[in-house]
């Protein structure tokens, strides 16, 4: 009998005038940044979370210290496939992906693709979803301070 878990992620930061936006890897803005420890790439960080939570591994912050100079500047690509790594370690299987991203004035459907083909490869995972919404206004997100990202993430042992 297999063990099925549900992980949820979320990540939120403030954006930055230090350049660029990444999104799962993917530059989607070389306009602004947002203020992070590491690159900052709220795709791969709410993932992580979410996959860290399914697998019963405690959550980003312990694995990735934000006080860890080690993790300054890193890219959350790579944290996501340390963290893929510990999940499979555990004998983990990611299931499915689907990743929300939440901003006021960003677009993702141009960056669509790409975002799901380097999640799904990173990831070994065909089911990956990512689209995007808006707060219609509300919030720091709606004034246009800054960006969220929630992900849900299903595993199977």
Request: charged content about 20%.
């Amino acid at each position: 009998m297999s063990d099925f878990r549900v992980g949820f992620g979320f990540d939120a930061h403030r954006y930055s005038a230090t350049p660029p936006l990444v999104l799962a890897g993917i530059v989607v803005d070389e306009s602004r940044g947002v203020e992070a420890t590491s690159d900052g790439d709220l795709v791969a960080h709410a993932v992580a979370d979410g996959i860290l939570g399914a697998c019963g591994l405690g959550d980003l912050g312990d694995h990735f210290p934000s006080t860890d100079p080690r993790f300054e500047g890193a890219s959350s690509m790579r944290l996501l496939r340390t963290v893929f790594r510990l999940a499979r370690a555990s004998r983990w299987w990611i299931n499915n992906v689907d990743v929300t991203v939440i901003a006021e004035d960003l677009r993702i459907a141009p960056f669509r693709k790409e975002m799901t083909a380097a999640l799904a490869e990173l990831l070994d995972c065909e089911q990956v979803s990512v689209k995007a919404t808006t707060t219609d206004g509300m919030g720091f997100i709606g004034k246009g301070e800054g960006i969220a990202v929630a992900a849900v993430v299903t595993v199977t042992i």
